[in-house]
């Protein structure tokens, strides 16, 4: 049996960024031409990032603060964000086949909040992803949790099936409150995503050694916004992790539940797209709500 590797110094050369594949996404310089496409609708190629709008929180815990309302509270706050994480019971009900945007649909589910969660199964077939012409399917990841090894094998179901179809998979790294949230263990569970074939992972930010679980994953990471913060601290969140390598950001909670959702996506799309420091963003986003005292 293979020992743990409980080295504290590794070396992830942080310094060095990733040879250019052919691709303007790290490390998917081989894919074929359709999931190439797919993936260049949720990452924008003139910066290789992207500002994902994740309102998929109704699959587990219902109407969500912010979400009982799509059609009114998000559909608006569509032409800001480059790619919507949806599921497709939401994306055929209320979603404008209009949208141009990437469209993440979420793929694995079954537990609500009242279960375990990590029990979950896939969710949507790939033919039906297809049908709706959705650009990646996401799936979580429970690593070390209760059913680790059967949400890893829903990932790796739907990383077959989506290269037949040239779809590619987000592997989502699920916390759950057993699990310590640091460094070491984003690192571990991002690598076992792309290890076993997802072409994206979203994780969670940490304060330390972010920077070496983006440096460590040979494809993209973006970022989770998590709970919702004050407007100020998740622009700050954002822009560290973009920083450390994170290419782009999805925010759910930290946009809908915001005072002005639109201020808040337009703002955090200043500090992804084009390197707003948190303050400058901050800023805009005061003027763009109406918040700001006139001078």
């Not at 297809?130 to 059967?150: I, K, P, S, W, Y």
């Not at 808040?264 to 005061?286: D, K, Q």
Request: proline content about 5%.
């Amino acid at each position: 049996m293979p020992e743990a590797d409980d080295r504290v110094e590794k070396q992830f050369h942080v310094d060095i960024s990733t040879p250019d594949s052919g691709f303007f996404l790290k490390g998917s310089g081989a894919y074929d031409w359709g999931m190439k496409n797919r993936l260049a609708r949720i990452f924008r190629p003139d910066t290789g990032r992207t500002v994902m709008l994740a309102i998929d929180h109704g699959y587990f815990q219902g109407p969500t603060s912010g979400l009982e309302r799509v059609d009114v509270n998000i559909v608006p706050l569509l032409p800001y964000a480059d790619a919507l994480m949806v599921t497709r019971g939401m994306l055929r009900s209320t979603i404008p086949a209009t949208f141009h945007g990437g469209i993440v649909m979420r793929a694995s589910g079954g537990p609500s909040i009242l279960k375990e969660l990590s029990n979950e199964r896939v969710a949507v077939d790939i033919e039906d992803a297809a049908r709706m012409n959705v650009h990646c399917l996401a799936v979580q990841v429970f690593v070390g949790g209760e059913h680790e090894t059967q949400s890893i094998a829903n990932m790796t179901r739907q990383v077959d099936d989506g290269y037949r179809y040239g779809i590619p998979v987000l592997g989502v790294t699920a916390v759950g409150k057993e699990l310590t949230r640091d460094a070491r263990y984003l690192g571990l569970a991002t690598r076992i995503c792309a290890e076993l074939g997802a072409q994206l992972v979203k994780t969670y930010y940490v304060d330390q050694g972010f920077e070496q679980v983006t440096a460590g994953c040979p494809v993209p990471i973006v970022m989770a916004g998590g709970k919702k913060l004050p407007e100020l601290d998740a622009l700050e969140m954002a822009y560290r992790a973009i920083q450390q390598g994170a290419a782009g950001v999805d925010m759910g909670r930290n946009i809908f539940q915001s005072e002005s959702p639109a201020a808040m996506i337009r703002a955090v799309s200043e500090v992804v797209h084009e390197g707003a420091p948190p303050r400058e963003a901050y800023e805009l986003f005061r003027e763009l709500s109406g918040t700001a005292v006139p001078a």
